[in-house]
């Protein structure tokens, strides 16, 4: 390495002495030295680095599209035999939990060279409670996305524009491939290779049960429901791939997988979905917390790192960055926890108001469906730059102090003045840095 950079060196110095103080006679000359040390370039990455990585999922082949953009060519091993899991299936991307950020896509593609088509923009969210009903719309929510086996699946968008061939039903073991590789990054989908090298901290083991039903389904919008009665401190949800489809899901933690029947069966008859059912798929799902992300040469990205909430389970937005992220680092020599440490604190955030959540009886769930629903309060949530997670988490820490800077109070004097300078300093404090370029 230090030989190429080396070469770079002196190649730049005397290409710029050829090309002012030589005549044209010389110039091939250059240029063929030119030639040779870029090829020399091209093939640094192939020959020089070896780069294993694990799961062609969309944080693996995020990162095995950043490696080939950076002139390295990895080698990668997915256990199933296709790109993306067997069912369909629909994500949410939801712009309100990444702000600075405004929209996700947009941001993938300017600043992680991944441009990505959605199935459809979110234009509203309808949040159901027990007893309560909210709508929210808005003209971008953010977008809703396919996964799995569809051929507009995130995953399959990723892979179709990769060069690398991808090493299909091969169970790689990471442990195994850190002393054939320089580098090896886990992108598997779980927690394992972070619970083997002594990594992971749980937080909330949840059981998932999803459903691709028929009926009619208004396109655009995305249904979120809550009741502890059947999903205990978890949600399900309703995301339609067109008007005669969509993708129902309960996720329940704290059970047992054989106790998932009765769930499922009383979230269908609560909530009075008799709709013909599919197909079904269920899996188990390990919140946690990865203690550090790098451990020697083996990089965790994806859920395998932790980047995924167990607050509405984003991860899809993380896990792409991480795989980019992880990519940069190998490529440049860079500290990959420094440079996943936003995403990290961001995930934490959003974590740790999953566990406020998780103190709410049924009433309390409706007081909060309620209060989302109300004018003023969805104005600043939804219609404003507003981070509110960032806030949310602050004020529910104490690290706002509403009562003594005179907002709480109604007041309209100095103090009222001095708390509203509170505020936009709170603001501006909340705001993460991943907004920018990563």
Known sequence: MRFIQTLNYE?????????TRLSGIFQPLTGLYTSAVKYIFQMEGEFLLRVAIIGAGPSGLAC???LERLGIKPVIFERYHRIGLPVERIDMLLHLAWRPVKDQLAYLARHCHLSLMPAAPLHAIIMYGPNRRSVIRKRLLGYLIHRGRSPLSIENQLAARLSTPVNFQVLADPLEMAGQFDYVVVAEGDSKTARRLGLWQELSPLIIRGATILGQFEPRTFHLYWDTRYAGHGFGYLAPFDRGRASLHLCVGGIRPEDMDDHWELFLESEKM??????????????GRVICRQKNNILLVGNSG????CLLGLGLFPGMISGV???????????????VRQLVRRIDI?????????????????????????????????????????????VLHGRFPLKRSGIASGQKGPAFRKGTITIRRHIKAALPVYGKNP
């Open 274 to 287: 008799h709709y013909p059912i599919v197909e079904t798929f269920e899996q188990e799902f390990h919140a």
């Open 11 to 19: 190649f730049r110095t005397l290409s710029g002495s050829l090309n």
């Open 350 to 394: 959003l974590n740790e108001l999953r566990l406020s959540l998780d103190k709410l009886d049924n009433k309390g769930l409706d007081r909060l469906v309620g209060l989302m629903g109300m004018p003023g309060v969805k104005q600043m949530v939804y219609n404003s730059e507003l981070d509110v997670i960032s806030l949310s988490h602050r």
């Open 64 to 66: 095995a599209l950043e």
């Open 325 to 339: 992220l992880a990519a940069r680092a190998i490529a440049r020599n860079l500290d990959y926890e420094s440079l």
């Open 306 to 309: 932790g980047f995924v909430s």
